[in-house]
């Protein structure tokens, strides 16, 4: 019924900047909060950035002052812009939200992942 499609990852060079775009389509009554995750290898998935309906965000310290999380809701559509980008931001990044759908029924959905490859 709703599926969160991702796109924009690849591989940069350090320093570089990419910009996750994520859109959500199907059977949608409301998209609500949203959120980017991340998950290294050997590591557990973490938290990037959140972005409320009401566009307050909040984002991981590591990311402060270099990405920014911002959405469009006219397209269901969530970004990340990635600046300064470090080799310790290597990872799988994944697309979530909140979404009620035409049925009423609420819960989190989630991308199937891009990767982000930063090289030094």
């Known amino acids: 019924q709703v599926q969160l499609v991702e796109s924009g990852g690849g591989l940069v060079q350090a320093g570089g900047s990419l910009r996750l775009s994520c859109a959500a389509s199907g059977s949608i009554f409301s998209v609500d909060a949203m959120g980017w995750y991340r998950q290294a290898s050997g590591k557990q998935r973490e938290l990037v950035a959140i972005?409320?309906?009401?566009?307050?965000?909040n984002s991981a310290d590591s990311v402060k002052g270099r990405f920014t999380i911002s959405r469009d809701n006219a397209k269901n559509t969530v970004y990340l812009q990635m600046n300064s980008l470090k080799p310790e931001d290597t990872a799988v990044y994944y697309c979530n939200a909140y979404v009620t759908n035409r049925s009423y029924f609420s819960r989190n959905y989630w991308g199937q992942g891009t990767q982000v490859t930063v090289s030094s």
């Open positions: 972005i409320t309906s009401g566009g307050v965000t």
